[in-house]
T-cell receptor, first 118, second 113 residues
Framework: AQSVTQLGSHVSVSEGALVLLRCNYS??????LFWYVQYPNQGLQLLLKYTTGATLVKGINGFEAEFKKSETSFHLTKPSAHMSDAAEYFCAVSDRSNYGGSQGNLIFGKGTKLSVKP | NAGVTQTPKFRILKIGQSMTLQCTQD?????MYWYRQDPGMGLKLIYYSVGAGITDKGEVPNGYNVSRSTTEDFPLRLELAAPSQTSVYFC????????????FGPGTRLTVL
C-alpha cells in the first residue's frame, strides 16, 4: 500500500531563511504528487503538483518542489520565508495506476507545521 | 462560484446522538470525498463517491454513512456518536482523475462528549 512520510512534524525558520519541508513516498510506480497548505481554521488548498514532465515544479507563493524518482522524494522549498508562510503543509500522493477504482483518492502525510520567526 | 461549502462549522454532540454533516459543491465535479483530520495524523479518507448514486468506503468508514443522490451534495451521517469521532471533518471534490486537484471545504469541527 502507498504511504507518505513527512520528516519533522514541526519546522521553525527565521523570516528570510530557506524553507525545506521533506516528503518521501513508498510506491514501486511513481504516483502523482501534491503539496497542500492549510492555514489556521481553514481547509486545504493546493500549492503545487507533479504529474508528468519537468521534475521541478513551481507553485503558488514562491514555493517549488522537485520530484526525485531515485530518492522517492518530493521535497518542498522556498528560498526566503515570509511570516505569511506560517501554516501546516501536507504532502499527498494518488495512484496513477488506479483509473478504474478509487479515482483521485489521496494518501496524506501527517503534516509539517511551519513556524516563521521575525 | 462558492466552491465546496460545509455546514455546520461547529457542533457539539452527546454520546449516542446522531447528526448529518452537509457538503455541497457547485463545480459540477463527479468525485467527492469525506476526510477526518486528527492532530498530528494528517487526513484520513472516510468515504468517497465517483458520481451520483455511487459511493465506496475509504480507510476509516466505521461509524459513518454517506449518500449521493445528486452531483452537488454528499452528506455524511454519524449514527450513535462516540468520543472517538471528535475530529475536524473536511469534504472535498475533484473534477476527475487522480492527477487533478482536490478542492476542500472549510471543515466542520465536531466534539462528542
Amino acid at each position: 500500500a502507498q504511504s507518505v512520510t513527512q520528516l519533522g512534524s514541526h519546522v521553525s525558520v527565521s523570516e528570510g531563511a530557506l524553507v525545506l519541508l521533506r516528503c518521501n513516498y513508498s510506491s514501486s510506480v511513481p504516483p502523482y504528487l501534491f503539496w497542500y497548505v492549510q492555514y489556521p481554521n481553514q481547509g486545504l488548498q493546493l500549492l503545487l503538483k507533479y504529474t508528468t514532465g519537468a521534475t521541478l515544479v513551481k507553485g503558488i507563493n514562491g514555493f517549488e518542489a522537485e520530484f526525485k524518482k531515485s530518492e522517492t522524494s518530493f521535497h518542498l522549498t522556498k528560498p526566503s520565508a515570509h511570516m505569511s508562510d506560517a501554516a501546516e503543509y501536507f504532502c499527498a500522493v494518488s495512484d496513477r495506476s488506479n483509473y478504474g477504482g478509487s479515482q483521485g483518492n489521496l494518501i496524506f502525510g501527517k503534516g509539517t507545521k511551519l513556524s516563521v520567526k521575525p | 462560484n462558492a466552491g465546496v461549502t460545509q455546514t455546520p462549522k461547529f457542533r457539539i454532540l452527546k454520546i449516542g446522538q446522531s447528526m448529518t454533516l452537509q457538503c455541497t459543491q457547485d463545480m459540477n465535479h463527479n468525485y467527492m470525498y469525506w476526510y477526518r483530520q486528527d492532530p498530528g495524523m494528517g487526513l484520513k479518507l472516510i468515504y468517497y463517491s465517483v458520481g451520483a448514486g455511487i459511493t465506496d468506503k475509504g480507510e476509516v468508514p466505521n461509524g459513518y454513512n454517506v449518500s449521493r443522490s445528486t452531483t452537488e451534495d454528499f452528506p455524511l451521517r454519524l449514527e450513535l456518536a462516540a468520543p472517538s469521532q471528535t475530529s475536524v471533518y473536511f469534504c472535498a471534490s475533484n473534477g476527475g482523475g487522480p492527477d487533478n486537484e482536490q478542492f476542500f471545504g472549510p471543515g466542520t469541527r465536531l466534539t462528542v462528549l
